[in-house]
């Protein structure tokens, strides 16, 4: 059975400062991708990242970066100098080759000014 | 592109009615699924296709029908709505290019049951 872990509830924190979400997913599969969505207020789903099991190259996309390692099955991501556009949930997701996906609870993210 | 389109926006229902919840994608993606969030539970997925006639069950599919007659269409039945059912609805479709697995959704369907 697949399994995403997101240990944290809500983070709140202040405008500037880098805030880093936790992601550890369990899995049998040898070929498997991980995603993260951010979701805003309005509650639409925006896809963010999607990583493939086999590259573990880390990624940096403007503010967000995102750290894989198989070592310890662990997909987290970070924000560096957040905004308040940055409220918002993010879930990481878990999918297998059929396209479905298993999500995280989610991370309510809240900066403020 | 349209991308993934879901009607209606808004819907609320009694207990023991069914309606159906439209989702359409103009990708051409073979891929569709459905899921529903809760609060605190993430998104879970109800059924899903992986191409035009063939769907199966996903986590929850207990009170919910689809079918899949084109690739563009992939609505979700509700038989016989329980409070229970009430939640947001997500439909989305993957894109299966190159190996992509990235799944894109729709804006989403409130549903409330009374």
């Known amino acids: 059975a697949q399994k995403v872990t997101q240990a944290q509830t809500e983070i709140s924190v202040v405008e500037k400062e880098d805030v880093t979400l936790d992601c550890v997913y369990e899995?049998?599969?040898?070929?498997?991708?991980l995603f993260w969505y951010k979701q805003p207020p309005s509650g639409e789903l925006v896809f963010l990242i999607r990583r493939n099991s086999f590259d573990e190259q880390n990624e940096i996309s403007g503010r967000y970066s995102w750290n894989f390692q198989k070592s310890t099955s662990s997909f987290n991501f970070t924000i560096t100098a957040s905004q308040v556009v940055d409220s918002a949930v993010y879930f990481c997701a878990l999918g297998s080759s059929w396209g479905k996906l298993q999500f995280g609870a989610g991370t309510q993210v809240v900066v403020t000014p | 592109n349209a991308g993934v389109t879901q009607t209606p926006k808004f819907q609320v229902l009694k207990t023991g009615q069914s309606m159906t919840l439209q989702c359409a994608q103009d990708?051409?993606?073979?891929?569709m699924s459905w899921y529903r969030q809760d609060p605190g539970m993430g998104l879970r997925l109800i059924h899903y296709s992986v191409g035009a006639g063939i769907t199966d069950q996903g986590e929850v599919p207990n009170g919910y029908n689809v079918s899949r007659s084109t690739t563009e269409d992939f609505p979700l039945r509700l038989l016989s709505a329980a409070p229970s059912q009430t939640s947001v609805y997500f439909c989305a479709s993957t894109d299966r290019n190159l190996g992509t697995d990235t799944q894109y959704f729709g804006p989403g369907t409130r549903l409330t049951v009374l």
């Open positions: 990708m051409n993606h073979e891929y």
């Open positions: 899995t049998r599969d040898t070929t498997y991708y």
